[in-house]
C-alpha cells in the first residue's frame, strides 16, 4: 500500500491565520489526492480533489497544490468553522489510502 | 436535496457477518462511484472499497477476502457485506457517492460494535 504522512499532527493557529498542512506520499500519486475536513461526531467534508480543484460549495479561502509525492492544503485566512480535523488521501494505487489526520485547534 | 440514508443491523458477535444498505434519495443512481468507509472510535479513516459507474468493484487489499460491495439499481440501494468480524472492526461507517473515487456525498454514519 502506499503510506500518506500528513504534517503537523496537530496545529494550534488563530483566526485569520493562514496555515499549511503537508501531506506525504510514499510513492507518486501524480494527481490522484484529495482533502478532507472532518468535525467531531460528522462525516468528513470533501474540500479538493486532484491535488487542486476545490469542490463545489467549498470556501475560496481553502486551497490545494503540488503533484508527485508532496502536497498541500492552505486555509488563507483561518475561520471559527475551519477548526477541525483535515485528511489527505491518495486515490491513484488500486487500494487507497489516508493519511493519519491533522487536528486544527485554536490558539 | 440529495442525501444519502444507511442502515444495518448489530450489535454483532465475533464471526457474524457484517451488513449494511446505503440508499439515495432525490438522486441519480447511474454514473457515479459507490463507496464505503470506515473510522474506528477516535482514529483516522480507512477505505474499504468501491463499485465504479460500470459496476467494477475495488477494494482494499488487507479486507478484500471478507469483503463484499453490490448495487441494486432497482430500489437505488448499494450494500457492504464484511465476513468473520472481530472486535477490530468496530468503527463508525460511511457510505459514500461521488462522480470520482473522491466522494462529495457521504451518509450519516452507523456505529458498528463486535462484542463477545
Known amino acids: 500500500d502506499i503510506q500518506m504522512t500528513q504534517s503537523p499532527s496537530t496545529l494550534s493557529a488563530s483566526v485569520g491565520d493562514r496555515v499549511t498542512i503537508t501531506c506525504r506520499a510514499s510513492?507518486?500519486?501524480?494527481?490522484?489526492l484529495a482533502w478532507y475536513q472532518q468535525k467531531p461526531g460528522k462525516a468528513p467534508n470533501l474540500l479538493i480533489y486532484?491535488?487542486?480543484i476545490l469542490e463545489s460549495g467549498v470556501p475560496s479561502r481553502f486551497s490545494g497544490s503540488g503533484s508527485g509525492t508532496e502536497f498541500t492544503l492552505t486555509i488563507s485566512s483561518l475561520q471559527p468553522d475551519d477548526f477541525a480535523t483535515y485528511y489527505c488521501?491518495?486515490?491513484?494505487?488500486?487500494?487507497?489510502?489516508f493519511g493519519q489526520g491533522t487536528k486544527l485547534e485554536i490558539k | 436535496q440529495v442525501q444519502l440514508q444507511q442502515w444495518g443491523a448489530g450489535p454483532l458477535k465475533p464471526s457474524e457477518t457484517l451488513s449494511l444498505t446505503c440508499a439515495v434519495y432525490?438522486?441519480?443512481?447511474?454514473?457515479?462511484?459507490w463507496s464505503w468507509f470506515r473510522q474506528p472510535p477516535g482514529k483516522g479513516l480507512e477505505w474499504i472499497g468501491e463499485?465504479?459507474?460500470?459496476?467494477?468493484?475495488n477494494y482494499n487489499l488487507s479486507l478484500k477476502s471478507r469483503v463484499t460491495i453490490s448495487v441494486d439499481t432497482s430500489k437505488n440501494h448499494f450494500s457492504l457485506k464484511l465476513n468473520s468480524v472481530t472486535a477490530g472492526d468496530t468503527a463508525v461507517y460511511y457510505c459514500?457517492?461521488?462522480?470520482?473515487?473522491?466522494?462529495?456525498?457521504w451518509g450519516q454514519g452507523t456505529l458498528v460494535t463486535v462484542s463477545s
Open positions: 459514500a457517492r461521488g462522480l470520482g473515487q473522491a466522494p462529495g456525498l
Open positions: 432525490d438522486g441519480s443512481f447511474s454514473g457515479y462511484y
Open positions: 463499485i465504479n459507474p460500470s459496476g467494477g468493484t
Open positions: 510513492q507518486t500519486i501524480s494527481y490522484w
Open positions: 486532484r491535488a487542486s
Open positions: 488521501q491518495q486515490y491513484n494505487s488500486s487500494s487507497y489510502t
